[in-house]
């Protein structure tokens, strides 16, 4: 035989054998290849387009295979609901990936297997952040802090177009670091800087095609080869907050909770935890996924705003009216004015729904073997909730596929906002930092859209909507011109 018929052969045998290992009644989808599945059916870089493409084909539920694993996406408000609400405990598990096991041992709250451990912890941190909110200065007073601190900056900065993502990335990080290191850093620090950098780039990493190979093939795992790098930008990262760890071991007083780092010691410390997931380790990863989740995510959501405002200025102006009427001379926007900011409201919402920041939310896995649509879900099989799907669904939205913020008014102009608004997912899993991120965008905007007028500086071309994909989607990097309209 020559060594193409060896090839054949090894193939047919590799395909029979991939295909015996293989759960039988997923649900249909594009044939897979033996051992890279689907990988290279798609631009993994950027693959809503052809995810698009199949979902189109094999609407509402349809299957992918990473290499040998099946991941499951489920399309449309309907299928999501039942995945996550409906069967949401049956759904709350996370699959195991061994990318991820390597890199923070699925410690954490995010990447958690469903169980006590990820209860225990996701429950701490819950009451840590709603503390924080009820302490000495109150959550809401920290963001307007920032929010003041980044009109400074803008107005610093706005002699000519400048780009903004630097400076809301600062901003944001800034809440979370308050909250979880007690910091605030300044926003040319560089030292802040290259860890956002860093975290920036593992996370497009961890969903790209060398990440995918690590999962799949696992002789590859030892390899030379680009995923590496994640591993070493990881251990940057740590090294960044084991020095904050360290800071607060030396200056700490028993019983004063600065920040979560200090709650979480004195957890660590009870007696009734003794021998619990409360330790160290566990410690400096979940402080370090705050930031990886709690970054991107909100920085994005304010940079596409700013992005949707430029390019419907009639848009704009009906909030900044708005804003105007509502608030007069009010010195400070507060949370609770959110509710007599009707359109404004929508507004913001409308971005985050046209926007789709988490397109596909984080995977999840049915803890047992599930039924959906007739099909068997085995346990931990990554089942992906496309998000995008439920926020153009044309059976939940008045227009579904143009932004306009009439989405979410009622017939009076009041806001509404519809069940099929998943932007912070929904269920057990529902994302942890939904309060503080809705506090976060409202007052970034609002305070924004009251001192400037922000205008597309480029006369050339339109602005480009076009997202880019990652763990969020994101708009490419652009410019704004910003022009006072009010002192303060
Ligand atoms: C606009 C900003 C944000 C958006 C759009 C967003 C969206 C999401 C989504 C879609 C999920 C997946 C939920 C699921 O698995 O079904 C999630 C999970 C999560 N988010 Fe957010 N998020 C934002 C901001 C934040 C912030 C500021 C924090 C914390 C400081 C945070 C912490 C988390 C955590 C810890 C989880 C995992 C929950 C779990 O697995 O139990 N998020 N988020």
């Known amino acids: ?30 044939r897979p290849l033996p051992f890279l599945g689907n990988l290279l059916q798609f631009d993994f870089y950027n693959p809503l387009k052809d995810l698009q493409r199949i979902a189109q084909k094999y609407d509402p539920i349809f299957t992918l295979y990473m290499g040998g694993k099946p991941m499951v996406f489920v399309q449309g408000f309907s299928l999501v609901k039942e995945v996550l609400l409906i069967n949401g405990t049956e759904f709350a598990g996370r699959p195991q990936y061994a990318i991820m096991k390597a890199i923070n041992k699925q410690k954490g709250v995010v990447t958690a297997a469903y169980g ?32 003041a601190y980044l009109l400074q900056i803008f107005e610093e900065n706005m002699s000519v177009p400048f780009d903004p993502l630097g400076f809301l990335e600062s901003a944001v990080a800034n809440i979370i670091s308050t909250i979880a290191l007690g910091k605030h850093f300044k926003y040319d620090d560089n030292t802040l800087r290259q860890v956002l950098d860093l975290i920036h780039e593992n996370t497009r990493e961890i969903t ?27 251990e940057k990262v740590l090294a960044f907050f084991s ?6 071991r030396a200056t700490r007083v028993p019983g004063v909770h600065r920040d979560v780092i200090d709650a979480y ?29 709690g970054l991107e995510t909100a920085a994005t959501t304010l940079i596409w705003g700013l992005l949707y405002l430029m390019a419907f200025p009639e848009i704009q102006e009906k909030c900044q009216v708005e804003i105007n009427n509502v608030l007069g001379n009010n010195t400070c926007i507060k949370y609770e004015d959110r509710e007599k900011l009707h359109y404004t409201n929508a507004v913001i919402h409308e971005i985050q729904r046209f926007a789709n920041v988490v397109p596909l939310g984080i995977p999840h896995a049915p803890i047992k073997d599930m039924q959906l649509l007739g099909y068997t879900i085995p346990k931990d099989t990554a089942i992906m909730t496309n998000l995008i799907s439920v926020h153009r669904d044309e059976s939940q939205w008045k227009y579904p596929h143009e932004f306009n913020p009439s989405n979410f008014l ?67 990097r652009f410019k704004v011109a910003l022009k006072c309209h009010q002192q303060m």
């Open 1 to 30: 035989m020559d060594i193409y018929s060896w090839l054949l052969l090894i193939s047919f045998i590799l395909f029979l054998y991939w295909k015996t290992a293989s759960p039988k009644k997923l649900p249909p989808g594009p």
């Open 116 to 147: 006590q451990v990820w209860k225990q912890q996701r429950r701490f941190l819950l009451m840590a952040l709603r503390n924080f909110g009820l302490g000495k200065k109150s959550m809401e007073e920290k963001i307007q802090d920032e929010a």
């Open 208 to 234: 790209g095609p060398w990440a995918q190979l690590y999962n799949a093939l696992p002789f590859v795992r030892r390899l030379p080869l680009p995923h590496q790098n994640v591993f070493k930008a990881k």
């Open 243 to 248: 020095k904050e760890v360290e800071e607060h």
């Open 265 to 293: 010691m004195e957890e660590i410390q009870k007696p009734e935890n003794k021998g619990s997931s409360f330790e160290e380790e566990y410690m400096l990863l979940l402080v370090t996924e705050l930031f990886i989740v």
């Open 410 to 476: 009622n017939e009076k102009g009041e806001f509404e906002k519809p069940e099929a608004f998943l932007a912070f997912s929904a269920g057990p899993r529902v994302c942890l930092g939904e309060n503080l991120a809705r506090m976060e965008v409202f007052l970034f905007f609002t305070n924004i859209l009251r001192r400037f007028q922000i205008l597309w500086p480029d006369e050339t071309k339109a602005p480009d909507l076009t997202p880019n994909f990652g763990i969020t989607l994101t708009p490419s």
